[in-house]
């Protein structure tokens, strides 16, 4: 949870209420006291329209524009892993000068209000409502305008937001149930302007006499007010807009259209908790809509969703049995609208976007939905944000999780979200859960049912793979299958032991147990492995760290394993990762230090053999010359390493390395680094591997596979 | 409408490690102990964390009353109000709403309080389907008998076992979520969403049986402080249950438990 917030709205002043002024957010409306950073406007209302409404609903409407202003104002920080997304909410606590205070104080409006907001919004509330000082009429945030001709009075208010389910909506309403209804539309950019207008007119066309008539709300912040978009409290504004248009024409309720899968929103993975997924029209906020706009209006108010049972295939369905198929292409679905162009009205890839494709793709209608309206083909292109694979997978996955859920048990146990609808919806909790998990099963069916289609579509594509190689149909090419089996079962025994390179990575197995990773510890893994490779043989450091830096060298994968091992028989695959020399400034030199280095690697065993200590000290000090030449040679991320020049620094250059790589390990094999720690023995510049018992290891690098 | 904000994993030097060795083919008992041990800091703040206590007391609860002379008046004095013919969703709405109110009034709702109440109610109703006759039981003592069952020593080692297993699993989602799918793809960890699929069903197999050891301490301890506590359990001692029993499961993962995954 963030710091608490004050907001403070109107002139109210902090004193007595916010310990630290500077910190608080003061929003003003404009019109109420000259120019303030908000400004409300609801347009288009017909003069026939207007008459006066409870000071109430006046209060509400101000108190939704700010609690709407301010939730644009705060970032969310929602990506904190490390305290587990905990500045994704918010703690505010708004003074706000209304005309009724004694009403809006009062207990039981209190609790409707924040326990509504908190749970729509996922954030704390906290509200003192302080009289208005100077009272101002709500015509100020009025715009009439007589140019739509009135067909009649209104007999219902629906919210329009343009999409496809309100589109359905008021086609319903307009064409099916033969009502006249106003349709009031929150207009968040003017990019949608003309989209609305489009539909607008050709709603009209088949309205015939029974045209809606179009209100239009706009809220504008001053620029630096608008950091935050995910708008969680965007619905608290729309219905209290729609609400007050309906007192003023002597309605009692507000309709909106929306489907069941989206309205309940049950999270796509993990991740997505509390509001992460919008509750605009989840049937808890409904509830708390209608209940607290029955206190506001001191009579029954209702709040509905009579979509509320139909997946938004489902709702193309009803679109197109209207015979108004012609229509699915000006709706705009995309959440993204700062994507939007006039050629690309959709990004293809939010989560709108995304259960948009597979509804209209479901309900056999995408040629009414042209595919070049989207920005991108979700099932054909890759798609290079994270978010965006994150969200396709993710949403393909519930599908996938929910079609092989049994019965509707396992689901209130697998999506446990649900159970905070289930007392907001008609029926028996018994009754609800089993429609909730009947709508999402025909959603998961549809969703499987477009992905076929479109597989089948595409099979030759995804055949020949000329579809990118991370594109959605190329991904779940299996989809469906939980377990896989190999075509081949693998005979192969895998060692009880093993420390290798494996392509970029080091892999290790201790005592038979799991094989794991090490990353990140390349030189001291690239030792331990040279020296399991070799136990009970005292080798010199300088040796090592020479056959290390050679490797370096001709190996850029850096498999560890030293040049005569390789001429030994250790079956690293010629080819590829032996051609590319690396950054060496001076080949030729290097290779012939590389030479030089061999003559002494056989050199040094005989003068062991001889017991010649002296003539081993001489090439040790040779050793150690070339060592820190072939290093300096190589370099490392384009930088010059230097060695140092002292027989110290090489080492505890060594033993810093094998210390990390070990500490690495420890992470995940505490025995294995106990092992290590135990049995590799250094003393002056030796070193050596004596495990007692003798281990086998097998050390192999595998370096194609 | 319908929106849903996700996340990704952040850049920092714990969290490329996880991510670097999911890329490179690290089975799930290795990219568990990676993730809890970037998550540290996170789950340093559990017992802070209102949600997930009051889920830990619930789970007491749920089993404490079905010892009592009238279960259902205990169970609504800790929160849970049901109906006399309760259901089987009566009964995981019930467990909610409970959670929900409690983390409300402390004004300290978090992603794990979530995680929590998810991991408690899919626990409670995994145990009591099997005693039910699906969603609409014939009779309101079906559901009596199937709640009494919690009560048992051996039931409670159960219940406290599928919890732990399904917040650690859901824990551990919570963050690789964030990753997993950006790495689906020909050419990537994972070539195909099948594949994705088994590496998440081996990371449940793995918390499943890492939640093993909870489950032998759990009965253990439910037995011992009931007894001790003449038949009740306190909120002292369950809070000293919750931080107990999360560390043997970390522990326990972060030890590498090995799974039939591998």
Redesign the interface.
């Known amino acids: 949870?963030q710091t608490k917030k004050y907001v403070l709205c109107g002139n109210t002043s902090a004193k007595g209420i916010s310990d630290d002024p500077k910190n608080d957010i003061r929003l003003r409306l404009s019109g109420v006291q000259g120019e303030g950073n908000i400004t409300l406007r609801i347009e288009d209302i017909h003069s026939k329209m207007f008459s006066s409404v409870p000071t109430k609903f006046h209060d509400l409407l101000e108190i939704a524009t700010y609690v709407y202003s301010a939730d644009q104002v705060i970032v969310?920080g929602?990506?904190d892993?490390?305290?587990?997304?905990?500045g994704?909410?918010c703690?505010l606590h708004f003074v706000v000068p209304v005309r009724n205070p004694d009403f809006w104080n009062s207990a039981e409006v209190k609790d409707k209000l924040t326990?509504t907001l908190?749970f729509l919004s996922?954030d704390?509330y906290e509200f003192t409502f302080v009289k208005l000082e100077q009272e101002h009429s709500i015509q100020d945030y009025l715009e009439f305008n007589d140019a739509q001709a009135m067909y009649g009075k209104p007999e219902q208010v629906v919210m329009f937001?343009g999409?496809l389910d309100s589109l359905a909506g008021a086609l319903d309403e307009v064409l099916s149930q033969k009502r006249r209804v106003v349709l009031v539309t929150h207009k968040a950019t003017p990019k949608l302007n003309t989209r609305h207008k489009t539909l607008q007119d050709l709603l009209a066309q088949k309205a015939g006499d029974n045209v809606p008539h179009h209100i239009s709300v706009r809220v504008h912040k001053k620029k630096p007010m608008n950091r935050e978009y995910?708008q969680r409290s965007r619905?608290f504004l729309f219905v209290s807009i729609g609400a007050t248009i309906a007192k003023m024409l002597g309605l009692n309720s507000v309709r909106f259209y929306?489907n069941g899968v989206?309205s309940l929103?049950l999270p796509?993975?993990?991740?997505?908790?509390?509001g992460?997924?919008?509750r605009?029209?989840h049937p808890r906020v409904m509830r708390g809509f209608q209940e607290l706009l029955t206190l506001v209006a001191e009579a029954p108010f209702t709040v509905d969703n009579p979509y509320i049972w139909k997946t938004k295939a489902e709702v193309v369905e009803q679109i197109i049995k209207a015979d108004c198929a012609d229509l699915i292409k000006h709706s705009m679905t995309c959440?993204h609208t700062w994507e939007m162009t006039n050629q690309h009205t959709h990004c293809g890839l939010?989560?709108?976007c995304i259960?948009r494709r597979f509804a209209v793709t479901a309900a056999k209608a995408d040629q009414y939905d042209p595919l070049d309206h989207y920005k991108a083909d979700v099932f054909t292109q890759s798609r290079n944000k994270?978010?965006d694979?994150?969200?396709?997978?993710?949403y393909?996955?519930r599908a996938?999780q929910v079609k092989s859920l049994e019965?509707?048990?396992?689901f209130?146990?697998?999506y446990?979200?649900v159970?905070?609808v289930?007392?907001f919806l008609d029926g028996?909790?018994?009754q609800?859960?089993?429609r909730v998990f009947d709508l999402y099963k025909r959603h998961a069916g549809e969703v499987t049912t477009a992905l076929d289609e479109m597989v089948r579509r595409h099979a030759t594509a995804i055949r020949e793979?000329t579809t990118?190689?991370?594109?959605l149909l190329?991904?779940?090419?299996?989809?469906?299958?939980?377990?896989?089996v190999p075509a081949v079962a693998s005979k192969e025994k895998v060692p009880d032991n093993i420390f290798r390179k494996r392509?970029?990575?080091w892999e290790f197995r201790f005592q038979g147990?799991?094989?794991?990773?090490l990353?990140?510890v390349d030189k001291g893994a690239g030792y331990i492995n040279l020296l399991l490779a070799h136990p009970e043989r005292e080798t010199s450091v300088f040796e090592i760290a020479c056959g290390s830096a050679i490797n370096a060298i001709t190996l850029p994968a850096n498999t560890g394993v030293a040049p005569e091992d390789i001429e030994e028989g250790f079956s690293v695959v010629e080819g590829a990762p032996l051609t590319d020399a690396g950054d060496v400034a001076d080949r030729q030199a290097i290779n012939q230090y590389r030479a030089r280095v061999k003559e002494l690697f056989s050199e040094i065993e005989e003068a062991r053999d001889a017991e010649d200590h002296a003539r081993v000290e001489e090439i040790e000090k040779e050793m150690e010359f070339l060592a820190k030449a072939i290093e300096e040679g190589k370099g490392l991320g384009g930088r010059q390493r230097k060695m140092g020049d002292k027989r110290k620094n090489v080492r505890d250059a060594f033993r810093n390395a094998v210390d990390r790589a070990i500490k690495a390990i420890e992470?995940?094999?505490?025995p294995l680094a106990a092992h290590l720690k135990d049995t590799i023995k250094n003393s002056n510049n030796e070193v050596v591997y004596r495990p007692q018992p003798a281990v086998v290891w097998d050390v192999r690098p595998i370096v194609n596979e | 409408m319908g929106h849903v904000r996700l996340g990704v994993l952040p850049r920092t030097k714990a969290w490329k490690e996880v991510v670097g060795l999911i890329a490179a083919g690290a089975d799930v008992s290795q990219v568990a102990n990676a993730t809890i041990t970037a998550a540290e800091k996170a789950f340093s703040f559990v017992m802070d964390d209102k949600g997930y206590t009051e889920a830990v007391w619930l789970m007491t609860q749920l089993s404490i009353a079905a010892k009592k002379d009238d279960p259902y008046a205990h169970l609504r004095s800790v929160g849970i109000s049901l109906p006399d013919d309760a259901t089987l969703p009566d009964v995981t709405a019930g467990i909610t709403d409970a959670l929900d109110r409690a983390v409300d009034s402390s004004r300290k709702r978090s992603d794990l309080a979530e995680l929590s109440g998810r991991a408690l109610v899919g626990a409670v109703a995994e145990a009591l389907q099997p005693h039910l006759n699906g969603l609409f039981p014939n009779d309101k003592d079906t559901m009596r008998a199937a709640l009494s069952n919690l009560g048992k020593q051996k039931e409670f080692g159960d219940l406290s076992r599928s919890f732990y297993d399904r917040l650690t699993n859901q824990s551990l989602q919570y963050f690789l979520s964030k990753t997993l799918a950006t790495q689906v793809g020909d050419g990537m960890r994972f070539a195909t969403m099948n594949q994705k699929a088994q590496f998440d069903h081996a990371l449940d197999t793995h918390t499943r049986e890492a939640s093993v050891i909870v489950r032998d301490f759990s009965s253990e301890w439910f037995s011992k402080h009931r007894f001790e506590e003449g038949g009740d359990i306190s909120r002292k001692s369950s809070d000293g249950f919750a931080g107990y029993a999360l560390k043997k499961m970390k522990d326990e993962l972060q030890a590498g438990a090995r799974t039939s995954a591998n």
């Open positions: 949870m969310r929602a990506d892993v490390d305290s587990f997304g905990d994704w909410r703690d326990s908190g996922d704390n937001s999409g995910t619905s929306e989206i929103n796509v993975c993990a991740q997505v908790v509390g992460r997924a919008t605009t029209t959440t939010c989560s709108q259960d994270d978010d694979k994150i969200m396709t997978a993710s393909l996955e996938n019965n509707a048990g396992q209130l146990a697998t446990a979200e159970n905070r289930l007392r028996s909790t018994a609800a859960a089993q793979r990118p190689g991370d594109a190329r991904a779940v090419h299996e989809f469906g299958s939980v377990i896989s392509g970029a990575v147990k799991s094989t794991l990773l990353q990140g992470k995940y094999d505490k």
